[in-house]
């Protein structure tokens, strides 16, 4: 709603992420080496003073296409943070040592931990990325049809063709 009340509406997908991250919320976005200076399972994080959301090189689009869709969930979670996480953090932080510099991220996503504020960020992601009205027009032009789809059968005989048994690995 704030992006559409600044920008205009969106019409049609994609959401663009770096707009809403650059532009509305005036955050610096950058790629980095998350993985080398804050662990392997690092794909994101958001350093709230500085006003900075980092992204690992890795995920970068431009020199991968297939990443586009990891980039752009990346964005989207750490948007989650900045909208959701950020006003207690910095609450926090006021409680904190007032003299000390920070220079850590205040919010770093492993893909290995899913505490409560990381899975808050993936839904927040979820609903950004894919707006209600969007995904049902989407569907509606795809399918003709707001019936739901059932993917059971489809995948039981995808599952038996190519021999992948729920208890396979």
Known sequence: AEYQKQFGPITAPPIDVEVIIESLFQLDLRFDDLRASLGPDVLGATWIAEREIRVDE???????AK?????RFTL?????HWRLHRPLLEARALQGALFEAVSEPAIVCRS????PQ????D????????????VREQWQRRF???APYFAADEIEGKQARWSLAEHDT
């Open 58 to 64: 890795t995920l970068d689009p431009t020199l991968d």
């Open 76 to 80: 989207s979670h750490e948007i989650g």
């Open 118 to 121: 990381e899975w808050q960020a």
């Open 112 to 115: 290995s931990s899913k505490e």
């Open 144 to 146: 003709a049809t707001m």
């Open 123 to 134: 839904v927040y992601a979820g609903y950004l990325l894919m707006p209600e009205t969007m």
């Open 67 to 71: 990443k586009e869709g990891r980039y």
